[in-house]
């Protein structure tokens, strides 16, 4: 089903609809790319439905004959598109994303200037939750090693050395590694040393810097901010690769 779009877009039109703009028209891998990087960043209502006694899940559509949880853009829409707008959640993409990969399921955002939603399938949901993940949620103490990944293109080490330039001295350390599981499935991982004074902010940090570098990357890489005194760290140090510095 292609989506349709009006002829004319105004100055509200969001970063996400011009890039799915774009996307439809060359229908290229790093302009879904875009997309999917912005889509991630964007936070999502997405309406509720009651589940059984005091639990709710998400409203789920069929679409081409996928299923797919719904969300939208904006409030606006939200109220806008649906006859009995009800009870929502506000997400960010990525999370939401990192959500329904765990359940094989699709994600259909409605935009504004679009009669159909912009429809997510369930692969572009796992990459987008394993691509734009902010951190590393595994820990040295459940079976993951750390190891030296492959020496990364120039370009992504250039790209990676200027994000972690411009947090200055709060950053005096960087490390790229591959963390494995018992599995044997591993991932990409930019270990950032961060300085105590902005500890409180390495959420924030962690997130930017990931979705700086997933712009042009040619793989996914994570983002962990462990504390410099941690295992995390000290294997990172002996067995990963320095970036910036």
Same mark, same amino acid.
């Given at each position: ?37 912005? +889509?991630? *960043? ?5 309406? +509720?439905?009651? *589940?059984? /006694? ?7 559509? $069929? ?36 959500? +329904? ?8 955002? %409605? ?6 939603? +912009? ?25 993951? %090693? ?14 990676? *050395? ?30 950032? *040393? ?17 979705? $700086? ?15 410099? /005194? ?16």
């Amino acid at each position: 089903m292609t989506p349709e779009i009006t002829p004319q877009m105004t100055s509200r039109t969001t970063a996400l609809a011009q890039l799915y703009a774009a996307a439809l028209q060359s229908d290229a891998q790093a302009d879904w790319q875009a997309v999917w990087q912005a +889509l991630a *960043g964007t936070r999502l209502v997405v309406p +509720l439905e009651d *589940g059984d /006694g005091d639990t709710v899940r998400p409203r789920l559509v $069929a679409i081409d004959g996928q299923r797919a949880v719904q969300g939208f853009e904006s409030m606006d829409l939200f109220a806008r598109l649906l006859d009995a707008p009800g009870e929502y959640a506000e997400v960010d993409g990525a999370e939401l994303c990192e959500m +329904l990969a765990a359940q094989d399921t699709g994600l259909a955002v %409605s935009l504004e200037h679009y009669d159909a939603p +912009l429809l997510v399938g369930r692969e572009a949901v796992q990459w987008i939750a394993m691509t734009f993940r902010a951190e590393v949620s595994r820990g040295m103490n459940d079976g993951v %090693s750390v190891v030296t990944p492959d020496l990364p293109s120039p370009e992504l080490v250039a790209l990676m *050395g200027q994000t972690v330039g411009a947090l200055g001295a709060d950053c005096p350390e960087a490390w790229l590694v591959d963390m494995v599981g018992r599995d044997g499935d591993g991932e990409t991982v930019l270990v950032l *040393g961060l300085t105590d004074a902005v500890r409180p902010m390495e959420a924030d940090i962690a997130e930017t810097v990931t979705r $700086a570098i997933q712009a042009g990357a040619d793989r996914p890489v994570a983002v962990a901010c462990p504390d410099r /005194g941690s295992a995390l760290m000290d294997q990172a140090r002996r067995k990963g690769i320095g970036i910036g510095g």
